[in-house]
């Protein structure tokens, strides 16, 4: 058994639940007997956030800077099927969450769509599994002043709308080889 490599919970989020050394994300679902299901979203929290301004990863209202993880598919429409988060929330993630650290190289390759919405949660942003078994994509992290809320039309589901000039910022994550990573600080 190797030992995962455990970050630090920042002080901002002490007062989170955890789950084996890791902080749970607000948006993670729970199965009906309340344990945490890392990787798999409550809807209806996701559309809260969406729709009411909340980090995805504290539950909290966003405040001036906002960060979205988005892969580059998504980046490209502009459009962030996930919550935003406060910039010490992204940081955070992107540290702990296994997918966007780059420690996955694919994606689980066994589709629990049907299972997971008889509990009335859908596999986090990917509803369809379209990505199932395919190598992972690399992530930005996205620094924003502001997004909309909206139904996009491909996916029949609350997401996301950045303008090109609420962009403050991109910054890929999961990577080592970016002549960029790690040059720069984060802005609080
Ligand atoms: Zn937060």
Same mark, same amino acid.
């Given at each position: 058994?190797?030992?995962?490599?455990?970050p630090n919970i920042p002080l901002q989020l002490a007062?989170r639940?955890?789950?084996?050394?890791?902080m749970?994300?607000?948006?993670?679902?729970?199965?009906?007997?309340?344990?945490?299901?890392?990787?798999?979203?409550?809807?209806?929290?996701?559309?809260?956030?969406?729709?009411?301004?909340?980090c995805q990863i504290c539950?909290a209202?966003l405040g001036?800077r906002i960060v979205?993880?988005?892969?580059? +598919?998504?980046?490209?429409?502009?459009? +962030?099927?996930?919550?935003g988060m406060h910039p010490v929330c992204a940081a955070y993630s992107a540290t702990a969450?296994?997918?966007?650290?780059?420690?996955?190289?694919?994606?689980?390759?066994?589709?629990?769509?049907?299972?997971?919405?008889?509990?009335?949660?859908? !596999?986090?942003?990917? !509803?369809? +599994?379209?990505?199932?078994?395919?190598?992972?994509? !690399?992530?930005?992290l996205?620094w924003?002043?502001?997004?909309? !809320?909206?139904?996009?039309?491909?996916?029949?589901?609350?997401?996301?709308?950045?303008?090109?000039?609420?962009?403050?910022?991109?910054?890929?994550?999961?990577?080592?080889?970016?002549?960029?990573?790690?040059?720069?600080a984060a802005p609080e």
């Amino acid at each position: 058994m190797t030992t995962p490599n455990i970050p630090n919970i920042p002080l901002q989020l002490a007062g989170r639940p955890t789950a084996g050394g890791f902080m749970v994300p607000w948006i993670t679902a729970r199965t009906p007997d309340g344990r945490y299901r890392f990787g798999a979203v409550d809807l209806d929290r996701q559309n809260r956030a969406l729709t009411d301004g909340l980090c995805q990863i504290c539950g909290a209202q966003l405040g001036a800077r906002i960060v979205f993880a988005m892969r580059d +598919s998504d980046l490209r429409l502009l459009v +962030s099927p996930e919550p935003g988060m406060h910039p010490v929330c992204a940081a955070y993630s992107a540290t702990a969450c296994p997918m966007l650290a780059g420690r996955m190289g694919h994606y689980r390759t066994t589709s629990l769509a049907g299972q997971l919405a008889d509990l009335g949660v859908l !596999p986090q942003g990917d !509803p369809a +599994s379209l990505r199932a078994g395919a190598p992972a994509e !690399p992530w930005q992290l996205v620094w924003v002043t502001g997004y909309r !809320p909206f139904t996009n039309p491909l996916t029949d589901q609350l997401a996301a709308l950045l303008l090109p000039e609420q962009i403050l910022r991109v910054r890929p994550i999961g990577t080592t080889s970016s002549p960029n990573a790690g040059t720069e600080a984060a802005p609080e």
